[in-house]
Nanobody, 115 residues
Framework: QVQLVESGGGLVQAGGSLRLSCAAS????????MGWYRQAPGKQRELVAA???????TYADSVKGRFTISRDNAKNTVDLQMNSLKPEDTAVYYC?????????WGQGTQVTVSS
């Protein structure tokens, strides 16, 4: 089992920045993939960014060049730095851990970008 707790959401004006952080209840050293998803009202949950143990980081096309995901195995955290935010980035952001073929989710944190 892995418990995930997100923090760092809030209200920001368009063009601003926010940093989301996800803390895991256990070592993430062996967790296959850590990532961030988001869900806007009336829309499906979508992948924002993911970082595997080995291999390339994945970003949604809509956030490439603006968002950066980072994984710290020593601190058991995964962060999402979001710059140049747009109103369409407004959503609930969820931390995700893919471990032993099981998906684990945090409770979500609201990000609202005003125009």
């Amino acid at each position: 089992q892995v418990q995930l707790v997100e923090s760092g959401g809030g209200l920001v004006q368009a063009g601003g920045s926010l940093r989301l952080s996800c803390a895991a209840s256990r070592s993430i050293f062996s967790i296959n993939r850590m990532g961030w998803y988001r869900q806007a009202p009336g829309k499906q949950r979508e992948l924002v960014a993911a970082v595997p143990i080995l291999g390339s980081i994945t970003y949604a096309d809509s956030v490439k060049g603006r968002f950066t995901i980072s994984r710290d195995n020593a601190k058991n955290t995964v962060d999402l730095q979001m710059n140049s935010l747009k109103p369409e980035d407004t959503a609930v952001y969820y931390c995700n851990a893919l471990w032993l073929s099981n998906n684990y989710w945090g409770q979500g944190t609201q990000v609202t970008v005003s125009s």
